[in-house]
């Protein structure tokens, strides 16, 4: 038997009728005649695994670090390994003929001034600032010695110096001068002044000392330490 198209419909509309029929009966969830029914399930859409926040962000922003370096220490700390080899050299020389008390007063004399020397620049050679939490601490050299912990507490105001020179303060390393206080000087440029509760002042160079200052401040003023806009 021939199927005849619906009244007022094309022969081809009728057989695109069919096929549209057939592909609804096979889909998933669709009811068709003579065929049980298939519940359509909804699946939710895979959402990717997000890390939990630790509050990381807020530690790191109330962490700041800086640094200087000096290649002038450097060269003090190659003079001071030349003492120290001559000593040494002097030491082990069997061609010695001044005398046992010349010998000895040499060789401790170049050792001891070659020790110096050494450690003595070897310390500044590098200073690290670091302020956490409630302190501000300065290393010196790649051991972190000598070390000065201040707390904020006791930070009247915080500045910025442009320029500070060894001229200034009468050489590198730990520093103090009665009208100035201490610093730590590693090389000439920009550092930052600490003016301390008890009318001290400590100043040390230390790279970007500008956003180490902006920092000083905003840590002071959510502590209560320093009125805002100060």
């Known amino acids: 038997m ?28 669709h009811s068709s005649p003579g065929h049980g029914h298939v519940p359509h399930v909804s699946h939710a859409p895979h959402l990717p695994h997000l890390p939990h926040s630790h509050g990381s962000a807020g530690a790191a922003a109330e962490v700041w670090t800086g640094r200087a370096t000096s290649r002038v220490q450097w060269l003090f700390a190659a003079l001071g390994a030349a003492c120290l080899a001559l000593g040494i050299d ?16 040499s060789v401790v004399g170049c050792v001891g001034a070659g020790l110096l020397i050494l450690f003595g620049t070897l310390a500044f050679v590098r200073v690290q600032v670091k302020v956490e939490g409630d302190t501000l601490e300065v290393r010196c050299g790649h051991a972190g010695l000598p070390r000065r912990r201040i ?37 000439r440029g920009e550092g930052l002044v600490l003016r301390l509760g008890d009318g001290r002042v400590f100043t040390v160079t230390v790279d970007d000392a500008e956003a180490a200052v902006r920092h000083i401040r905003s840590r002071l003023t959510a502590q209560g330490h320093l009125k805002p806009g100060t």
């Open 90 to 105: 002097l030491a082990v020389d069997v061609a010695w003929s001044g005398g046992l008390a010349p010998l000895v007063m």
């Open 151 to 187: 707390q904020l507490c006791d930070i009247v105001e915080a500045d910025h110096a442009p320029s500070v020179t060894p001229r200034h303060w009468g050489g590198w390393g730990y520093r103090w001068r009665p009208e100035k206080g201490t610093a730590v000087i590693v090389r």
């Open 2 to 29: 021939t199927d005849h198209p619906q009244d007022g419909a094309t022969p081809a509309e009728g057989g695109a009728e069919r096929r549209d029929h057939h592909h609804e009966a096979a889909r998933p969830g």
